[in-house]
């Protein structure tokens, strides 16, 4: 967006500027008429004849001179008594005052005017970047409208798409609240079957469980003699059993001893046989050792005999 470099005067400028100019304009337009009503209507001049009647209004939004015609007050001054040097003296003052209010209603035309193509040209300037800045505007808001409209038509699909999501999610669940309801209604009348049965298959195992309570009953009392007979016959045959196991025991014990007498003699035996044959090894050593002995000493013998034999001087 462009913005425009014509500084706008602050608001209270501008209503100054603009009470001023109305009141310009409206002295401007007061004074023509009044000069084009001096030009067709002169007025009389008996009502100039008394300079009491004349008055002059010195207002600087209206620099006009107003005559105003009153009647006489004083009973004993006639129109006629004035002199003719009094009114000319008059005609000519009120001339020379009215040029001189024409000269500076010049003045003040001309520079009313000048300020006014200075507010042209201000407003001038101000409404062509105004219209620059509307253009530019309008196209940025022209822009951003289709933006809009295009954001809207997407989220008008969306909101319809999404809508009719919802109602195919809502159908969705009705019919799942339907489904659920009727599985309700189905496990409770299940349920009431179920315990139905239940109720019945229990009633029936009662009657069961007092029947197989009867039953029991009557044949522990009938296998109660048959038990004991049958226990005193398993009691004979434990013990007969038992001294036959006894039997075997004694035999075995006997068959142990004899085994473990003719071990033990095994064993001394041994002993005195391995006894024997340490006593020989260590006669044997003893032996050895005797003659490992006596070898030494023979040797140690015959080297000191080489020695002297070698060293006579030195071994002396």
């Known amino acids: 967006m462009v913005r425009s470099n014509v500084k706008t005067p602050p608001p209270e400028k501008n209503e100054h500027a603009a009470e001023a100019l109305k009141k310009?304009?409206?002295?401007?337009?007061h004074l023509a008429h009044c000069e084009f009503n001096?030009?067709?209507?002169?007025?009389?001049?008996?009502?100039?004849?008394?300079?009491?009647?004349?008055?002059?209004?010195?207002?600087?939004?209206?620099?006009?001179?107003?005559?105003?015609?009153y009647p006489y007050q004083d009973t004993h001054i006639s129109p006629c008594s004035f002199h003719k040097d009094a009114g000319k003296n008059v005609?000519?003052?009120?001339?020379?005052?009215?040029?001189?209010?024409?000269?500076?209603?010049?003045?003040?035309?001309?520079?009313l005017s000048e300020h006014i193509d200075k507010m042209k040209a201000?407003?001038?300037?101000?409404i062509n970047s105004l219209k620059d800045n509307t253009h530019e505007n309008l196209e940025e808001l022209k822009y951003y409208l289709d933006q809009l409209n295009r954001n809207n038509k997407d989220k008008a699909t969306d909101n319809s798409s999404f809508v009719e999501e919802f109602e195919i999610v809502k159908s969705d669940v009705n019919k799942l609240k339907k489904e659920k309801e009727e599985n309700i209604n189905l496990i409770k009348t299940?349920?009431?079957?179920?315990f139905d049965k239940i109720k019945g298959m229990l009633s029936v195992m009662n009657a069961n469980i007092e029947r197989v309570k009867?039953?029991?009953?009557?044949?522990?009392?009938?296998?109660?003699?048959?038990?004991?007979?049958?226990?005193?016959?398993?009691?004979?045959?434990i013990n007969e059993e038992n001294e036959a196991l006894n039997k075997k025991m004694e035999e075995s014990l006997n068959l142990l001893s004899s085994d473990i007498c003719e071990a033990k003699q095994q064993i001394i035996n041994f002993k005195e046989h391995m006894e024997n044959q340490v006593k020989d090894i260590?006669?044997?050593?003893?032996?050895?050792?005797?003659?490992?002995?006596?070898?030494?000493?023979?040797?140690?013998?015959?080297?000191?005999?080489?020695?002297?034999?070698?060293?006579?001087s030195e071994m002396g």
């Open 24 to 29: 310009k304009v409206s002295t401007i337009n």
């Open 38 to 69: 001096a030009t067709r209507s002169p007025r009389p001049l008996h009502s100039m004849s008394d300079p009491r009647n004349i008055h002059i209004d010195h207002d600087s939004t209206a620099p006009l001179l107003t005559w105003r015609v």
């Open 91 to 111: 005609f000519e003052t009120l001339h020379n005052l009215f040029l001189e209010e024409k000269e500076s209603n010049r003045r003040k035309h001309e520079d």
């Open 122 to 126: 201000y407003f001038d300037e101000k």
């Open 190 to 194: 299940s349920m009431r079957t179920y």
């Open 214 to 237: 009867e039953e029991l009953r009557t044949y522990k009392e009938n296998n109660q003699i048959d038990n004991k007979k049958k226990n005193i016959e398993i009691l004979q045959l």
């Open 282 to 312: 260590k006669n044997e050593i003893d032996t050895n050792k005797r003659e490992v002995n006596e070898k030494t000493n023979e040797l140690t013998i015959n080297q000191k005999r080489l020695l002297n034999d070698f060293y006579p």
